[in-house]
């Protein structure tokens, strides 16, 4: 875990073991899986783009690649904002309930969704024609000095990475991925993690326009999960937005993220001049939220109630 006070890193904590059979130490160099929170990155580097004039967040995808969903007219109109505030009307991820196709008409209403930003994942590779690992090197990680942070395992990271393990502390095997996946496929450190919440802070290197429209809210979650696909709209959380990346406990101007891959569990949080980020190698990383939240912003966090973590 790594704090931020003030605008700077505070402190950083490493508990535990990197694997339960060899109990090597987590350190500050030990690489874990940052699940969703591989998003709020992405976001960050399409907002560069859009400050480049690269892409337009309100003009349709398909102009840039084939439609997700071929002569569909309602995906034909997704954008790059659809994405980033989960309003594609997509499912989190295609399976059998929920076949890929759109449930909703995009822009309309929030329901979380990865395919969303595999989405615009093929879109932003499209523009320089290159992958995703090498746009985020360019525009996030060597601007912000994240040098063990890539989309991709990389061999470097065999030395010291952290394993997955399930609640009874059994290792799973560990997940390497060979091609970059927007939605959570990045492996970084919570130091290298925390440069990067220093950067939604303060100096991000966007335009001032586009930084305050990054964290300002776009559309309320709805009440209790974060997948809605029925065809009635949902009742919405009055507490808990989303932002083009980020979630919003909307009273407190709170910024959050969570993420939860196969035996591996993140979260990260911005109040200010204020975060801190988490990362965990096990199922149940979440369940340490709620009492080292209270601890860093004591009061009332409905993202919390939102995720069902309270």
């Known amino acids: 875990m790594a704090t931020i006070r003030e605008g700077v890193l505070h402190e950083v904590r490493h508990i535990g073991v990197r694997h339960m059979r060899t109990t090597d130490p987590v350190d500050a160099d030990t690489v874990f899986e940052a699940a969703s929170l591989s998003k ?75 395919e969303g930003f ?24 060597e601007p912000l000095g994240m040098e063990r942070s890539a989309y991709t395992w990389e061999e470097r990271f065999e030395e010291n990475f952290a394993a997955a393990h399930d609640d009874k502390g059994n290792a799973y095997e560990k997940f390497k991925p060979s091609v970059a996946n927007a939605a959570y496929s990045l492996h970084t450190t919570a130091v290298e993690y925390s440069r990067f919440l220093v950067a939604t802070i303060g100096n991000s290197g966007l335009s001032k326009p586009i930084h305050e429209e990054w964290l300002a809210p776009q559309a309320h979650v709805p009440v209790g999960r974060f997948e809605a696909l029925e065809s009635t ?78």
């Open 118 to 141: 595999l989405y615009l994942q093929s879109a932003v590779e499209h523009l320089p024609g290159e992958p995703l690992d090498n746009l985020m090197r360019k525009l996030v990680f």
């Open 233 to 310: 709209p949902p009742e919405t959380d009055p507490g808990v937005a989303w932002s083009l990346g980020l979630g919003l406990e909307v009273e407190t101007g709170t910024w959050f993220h969570w993420g939860s891959n196969l035996g591996a569990s993140a979260f990260a949080v911005v109040n200010a001049r204020s975060a801190f980020v988490l990362f965990a190698n096990s199922n149940s990383g979440l369940s340490l939220v709620p009492q080292i939240l209270g601890e860093f912003l004591p009061g009332d966090h409905p993202a919390l109630s939102w995720l069902g973590l309270s």
């Open 40 to 114: 709020p990155l992405v976001a960050y580097a399409v907002l560069h783009l859009v400050d480049a004039g690269r892409i337009d967040l309100d003009e349709p995808l398909s102009r840039i690649v084939p439609a997700v969903i071929p002569n569909d007219h309602e995906a034909a109109a997704i954008t790059a904002r659809h994405v980033l505030t989960h309003t594609t009307g997509l499912p989190n991820w295609r399976r059998e309930e929920y076949p890929l196709r759109i449930y909703f008409p995009p822009g309309s209403r929030f329901s979380y969704s990865g």
